[in-house]
Nanobody
Framework: QLQLVESGGGLVQPGGSLRLSCAASGFTLDRYAIAWFRQAPGKEREGVSCISSSGGRTNYADSMKGRFTITRDNAKNTVYLQMNSLKPEDTGVYYC?????????????????WGKGTLVTVSS
């Protein structure tokens, strides 16, 4: 069964950090670009960050630049999202998604597989 599984969410105080993981099973990630999305309560889903299949290109939404870092370990078939200096507005369900294709860039559309999400709550 082909699936992506997110983990690492939880409750954290403002200014704290979390590291999310996106692990693939049933397929290898090295031919996929990976993107993280989040959906805050009452809001539409938005792209957070993405990484190309090789890891050579990354992209961040403006509000995440300097605070979030996306990396991948193809040997472990896992992509990570390190989130620092978290703010209450970062609260939401975080999803990872895979876009098949060995390309030099990454995008937030045309995703082939989605995980079920992990909840991040930033609150004091």
């Amino acid at each position: 069964q082909l699936q992506l599984v997110e983990s690492g969410g939880g409750l954290v105080q403002p200014g704290g950090s979390l590291r999310l993981s996106c692990a693939a099973s049933g397929f290898t990630l090295d031919r996929y670009a990976i993107a993280w999305f989040r959906q805050a309560p009452g809001k539409e889903r938005e792209g957070v960050s993405c990484i190309s299949s090789s890891g050579g290109r990354t992209n961040y939404a403006d509000s995440m630049k300097g605070r979030f870092t996306i990396t991948r370990d193809n040997a472990k078939n896992t992509v990570y999202l390190q989130m620092n200096s978290l703010k209450p507005e970062d609260t939401g369900v975080y999803y990872c998604a895979a876009d098949f294709g060995v390309r030099s860039n990454c995008y937030y559309d045309g995703m082939d597989y989605w995980g079920k999400g992990t909840l991040v709550t930033v609150s004091s």
